[in-house]
């Protein structure tokens, strides 16, 4: 794939920028007796609970007791939030001093399918870790749950498209599910499939210039 023309990035969040484990929530849900989480919610595969939650139709207090009605267990708000921003790890050091350099170069967005209760999760730890709004990496951030749409859908990227005056052709999305890229690619969006996280920084030479996909 030539990547001359392109001059616009389009980053997914968890998986890319920052590390996230389903295993590990997996385990502290089955630590207290809840078999089976991953069939709820998986990179692959979510209830309809999980949906709502990241499309803003659902709010955090109806999501906690809908959840806590999922999996019968009467829980307080602060274990609920425990258990569920059990997944969340940490930032990709390298991919964000990345983002930092590639900032000069490309016009960089977010496009995550992401839920109130993580993101104020990460932002935070952002703020920590490197002392500005996570925000500011990129010209414009796009969550699922403050615009009301989520990947795979078309119209997501529709918005990004026509929003910003960017292209089919001059815009890559980068992102680490098959499925979102699979309907990026129908969509006529060049995208390219991040199978590890460490691979971001091998898409760019010591120039920054892309590689060919």
């Known amino acids: 794939m030539k990547t001359e023309n392109i001059h616009n990035l389009v980053f997914d969040f968890g998986g890319v920028i920052y590390q996230i484990d389903f295993n590990r929530q997996k385990k502290a849900f089955s630590d207290i007796g809840i078999q089976g989480f991953e ?10 609970l999980f949906c709502d939650l990241e499309t803003g139709k659902l709010s955090e207090h109806d999501f906690r007791e809908k959840l806590a009605g999922l999996i019968g267990k009467s829980l307080s708000t602060e274990k609920i939030d425990e258990l569920w921003n059990s997944i969340l790890i940490d930032y990709f ?3 964000v ?31 920590n870790k490197y002392g500005y709004d996570l925000n500011e990496l990129f010209e414009k951030s796009y969550w699922s749950f403050k615009i009301g749409m989520r990947k795979p859908n078309n119209d997501i990227f529709e918005k990004i498209i026509t929003e910003n005056g960017l292209t089919r052709q001059n815009a890559l ?29 091998d898409l760019f030479d010591e120039n920054l210039n892309l590689k060919a996909l």
Do not use: C, P, V, W
């Open 97 to 127: 001093s990345l983002l930092q350099k590639l900032k000069s170069r490309y016009r960089l967005f977010i496009l995550s399918n992401t839920n109130s209760i993580h993101y104020q999760f990460y932002a935070r730890q952002f703020m």
């Open 173 to 201: 999305f980068i992102d680490d599910t098959i499925q979102n890229i699979k309907s990026a690619e129908q969509f006529g969006l060049t995208s390219y499939h991040l199978k590890k996280a460490h691979d971001l920084m």
């Open 93 to 95: 050091h390298g991919n």
């Open 39 to 48: 069939k709820l919610y998986s990179q692959a595969n979510q209830n309809s």
